[in-house]
């Protein structure tokens, strides 16, 4: 049977496409595949459609970016695979800069993004140059190198599929974190600020959107967001789905 292209199904197998080309020309790593499968379960559970859950947690991420004195936006294999001309439109209209930090980090794969980036428009991408150098106090992993001039200086990071020793270090650091993380259990997702538990790629157009809209409103304050309750709700969605699936 032929998926017509707008079902849910067709739209997450053209997602799964865009990762493998990913990873095929040299952006994504073998553990992105994997990270990318653990998100599709989630997807599948959340009925791969944007929650109202979501929605307020792109809400308050999209007030949090467009009022931040120093945002950025931090970028790793998968994000730039799914999402590259996404993460460019976001970073013009917030006022953000690009900076390029990988996990499994090696300049070919840096170089790579960056090239992707720049041909969906970026004109300067952090991340790249060893002079330019820091690092996130109390924290192991390559990820802990950071620019000056990006993460190191940020107020606000918006850190998609992130992994969870650093999302706490760069909490302790003084940084307000957002991040896109469809396991609302991982513990990225329950020590940033803001979790939006959707797929990035969904997500981040409705980002682009509401962001748009806040740049043209005055006094614009702050929202309070219970992040926890918000990952509470989106728990409640996934179970709802299963004992519907299992009743149906
Ligand atoms: O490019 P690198 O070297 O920086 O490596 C990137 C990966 C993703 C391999 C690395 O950060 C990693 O191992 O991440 P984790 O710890 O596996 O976390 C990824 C999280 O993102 C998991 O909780 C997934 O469920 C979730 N996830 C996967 N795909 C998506 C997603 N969340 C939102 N949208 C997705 N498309």
Request: glycine share 6%; hydrophobic share 40%.
């Amino acid at each position: 049977m032929l998926i017509p292209k707008s079902h849910p199904r067709a739209v997450s197998l053209h997602i799964r496409e865009k990762l493998v080309q990913g990873y095929r020309s040299g952006l994504v790593v073998e553990e992105g595949l994997m990270a990318h499968g653990r998100g599709e379960t989630f997807d599948y559970l959340i009925g791969e459609k944007t929650s109202k859950n979501a929605l307020k947690a792109i809400k308050a991420a999209a007030k949090t970016l467009v009022l931040a004195k120093y945002p950025v936006i931090s970028v790793n294999g998968n994000f730039a695979a799914l999402c590259p001309k996404e993460i460019v439109n976001l970073a013009k209209i917030v006022g953000a800069k690009i900076e390029i930090n990988l996990f499994y980090v090696t300049e070919k794969r840096k170089r790579a993004i960056a090239n992707l980036l720049r041909k969906n428009g970026a004109k300067k991408i952090l991340g790249l140059d060893p002079r330019s150098s820091r690092k996130i106090p109390k924290l192991d992993s390559a990820r802990r190198v950071v620019d000056k001039n990006g993460i190191f200086s940020a107020d606000v990071v918006l850190v998609p599929l992130e992994d969870g020793d650093r999302t706490l270090a760069m909490k302790k650091f003084g940084k307000k974190v957002i991040t896109f993380d469809l396991n609302p259990l991982s513990r990225t997702a329950q020590s940033a600020d803001i979790t939006i538990v959707d797929n990035v790629i969904r997500g981040m157009r409705i980002l682009i959107d509401i962001s748009k809209k806040l740049t043209k409103k005055k006094n614009l304050k702050p929202d309070r967001f219970d992040n926890k309750k918000n990952l509470a709700e989106a728990i409640l969605v996934m179970k709802n789905n299963l004992w519907r699936k299992a009743h149906a």
